[in-house]
């Protein structure tokens, strides 16, 4: 599989992405990449990122897409573009419509602290309803005409706690990536994110590696760069085997010798 070229939502717009956004750098992007393509790719990847969901564990899109991804979808395939999108499809938010009708779907004791959205629950995939909703989450979603799927905070999935078949977190981890896998075909790309390289190799055509580059607060700085090298340089064994993924490089705002640098 070879790298895609085009645009992810996430780097400018963060959560904040709409319908319309995603449209309207999909056409800049088509201005400005187009002319640099070399003959071997013939379309353009655009990733609706973070953002566009009703919330996390509710993989519906929200009121910034009027239309749906389907819209979107159509409109980037009209325009010679690929689509694909962001989710991460073993977090749960406990406030969801889904964690308070199926508490028994989530493992017990085991939490993520989103930096941001705060603790999110995680979804037992061994119990046979969940891992039937996980199907039906990545099925729909493909349907929608997204054969990219960016699939992230995956570590989530190995947390110790009570799941509906008594099995270590990596035991489970290994059976969600098979569900996924499966549910979403051979022909769909998936990224891992946030994911143990090894147990997810077998099942993602492409691995991010390290963390994000840079986060609102603190924007793109230097200090990004070499915690990016120093991610490449301790992975790249399993690089060799899979299309890892280190992220953009962010250049805004950063001095002339450091972009070069």
């Known amino acids: ?9 996430w780097y400018d717009l963060w959560d904040k992405v709409s319908a319309q956004d995603v449209l309207d750098n999909a056409t800049i992007a088509s201005s400005i990449l187009t002319p640099h393509l070399p003959e071997s790719v013939d379309h ?36 010679n573009m690929k689509a694909g999108v962001w989710l991460a499809p073993l977090l749960v938010g406990p406030g969801t419509t889904l964690a308070q009708e199926h508490p028994e779907w ?25 891992a039937a909703h996980l199907t039906n989450v990545i099925q729909t979603i493909v349907g929608w005409g997204y054969d990219l799927l960016k699939i992230d905070f995956l ?52 691995w991010r590696l390290g963390p994000d ?24 064994h399993l690089c060799e085997i899979t299309l890892c993924d280190a992220d953009p490089v962010l250049l805004r705002g950063l001095p002339q010798e450091e972009v070069e640098t």
């Open 155 to 206: 570590f989530a999935g190995t947390f110790p706690g009570g799941r509906h078949e008594d099995m270590t977190g990596m035991q489970a981890y290994k059976l969600a990536m098979e569900i996924i896998r499966e549910a979403a075909g051979e022909e769909t790309i998936l990224l891992a994110v946030g994911a143990p390289g090894i147990p997810s190799l077998p099942y993602a055509d492409s």
């Open 213 to 236: 580059i840079a986060f609102e607060p603190t924007d793109a700085n230097w200090f990004f760069i070499p915690a990016q090298a120093r991610s490449i340089a301790a992975r790249w």
């Open 44 to 79: 353009l990847r655009i990733v609706v990122d973070d953002g566009w969901q009703e919330a996390w564990g509710m993989w519906t899109p929200n009121e910034k897409f009027p239309n749906g991804l389907v819209g979107v979808a159509e409109t980037l395939a009209a325009n």
């Open 1 to 9: 599989i070879a790298a895609d070229i085009g645009w992810n939502s």
């Open 106 to 130: 989530l493992v017990q004791g085991a939490e993520f602290g989103h930096p941001v959205h705060g603790g999110l629950k995680v979804l037992d995939v061994t119990h046979p309803e969940a």
